[in-house]
């Protein structure tokens, strides 16, 4: 076996299992498509994080990965593209080698919803974002508008208005946010101009976005708003793919089903973090990811005095 323990994912799950496994003897590696923290890498500010009573994302996950690094091969931009059972375990394939390992801990987290109306891939990267904190200073003396209702669109919105954009308007297409009343109150405060019962319809734009065809969800009423940028904070979706082709169980929503030692229906594979069916917050997924490479002891031969 290259690897005892192979992690798919650098996010807080991923850094957390890196840990634990390490400091029980196991020899793991990490794989991660990008350079690591998953979407926790780009909140502008997380405060509720045990001992941390502020800190920012991108610190965060960077002294996560610093910890991780102590304990388990970080192997960053390599994507693995599929995993493959086999008699003794696993064959790992990535965009450049193969692995045998006899464990896998699945924590690809989720990646952002898109609304998928015409120009939104067109101008992706040319007004059209999916995060504030990458972006929103790029946006200073700019109208900009955040489409969403929960509490991440509405601290988006508030986040983009402290970096100086001129205007900001928040597109829900319900009466109402889901959002916090706490964040809304802030939101107002901040003087964002809401738009309630409204749907982008299309995106528009020359170089870059200059324009949103907006309509009323009620009436119809279709109009168009001016903006310099969009930034679409409507949820995330699990990034599943591995875990369907390994047949493992998925929920109705498409996040992989674990037990409480995060052990999936597949011998062998666990999951933890952002793409199983519990609650998505940085301090479940490190436990979580804890809990996972413990609980791979079971098929690596190794005891672990719970």
């Given at each position: ?6 992690i ?13 496994a ?13 350079g690591?923290?998953?979407l ?9 994080y ?9 610190e ?68 059209v ?34 970096v ?8 829900h ?23 309630f ?7 528009k ?40 082709e ?44 804890a ?9 690596l ?6």
């Open positions: 076996m290259d690897y005892e323990l192979a798919i994912g650098a996010g807080p799950a991923g850094y957390s299992a890196a840990i634990y390490g400091r029980s003897g196991i020899k793991a590696v990490v794989f991660d498509t990008m690591g923290g998953g926790a890498m780009i909140s502008p500010n997380i405060e509720n045990a001992g941390f009573a502020s800190i920012s994302g991108m965060l996950m960077e002294k996560m990965g610093a910890h991780a690094k102590k304990y388990a091969d970080m192997h960053y931009m390599e994507e693995v593209q599929k995993i493959t059972k086999t008699p003794d375990g696993f064959t790992v394939t990535t965009s450049q080698k193969n692995y045998t390992v006899k464990a896998i801990i699945l924590c690809m987290g989720t990646e952002y919803r898109r609304l998928n109306v015409p120009g939104e891939q067109e101008f992706q990267g040319k007004g974002s999916y995060c504030a904190t990458c972006d929103g200073h790029f946006f200073k003396g700019k109208k900009v508008a955040v489409v969403g209702g929960g509490n991440t669109a509405v601290i988006e919105a508030i986040y983009l208005k402290q100086g954009a001129k205007e900001v308007f928040l597109i297409r319900r009466d109402r946010l889901r959002a916090e009343k706490a964040y809304e109150e802030e939101a107002k405060e901040k003087q964002v101009t809401f738009h019962n409204t749907h982008v319809a299309s995106i734009g020359d170089q870059q976005v200059n324009a949103l065809d907006i309509e009323d969800t009620q009436t119809k009423k279709q109009s168009i708003l001016e903006v310099d940028g969009v930034f679409i904070s409507i949820g995330e979706e699990p990034q599943n793919r591995l875990a369907k390994l047949k493992v169980r998925l929920d109705d929503r498409g996040y992989i089903v674990v037990d409480r030692q995060q052990r999936t229906n597949v011998h062998g594979v666990y999951a933890a973090g952002d793409i199983t069916d519990g609650l998505r917050q940085v301090v479940t997924a490190c436990a979580e990811g809990i996972a490479a413990l609980a791979s002891t079971e098929v031969g190794k005891k672990y005095p719970y």
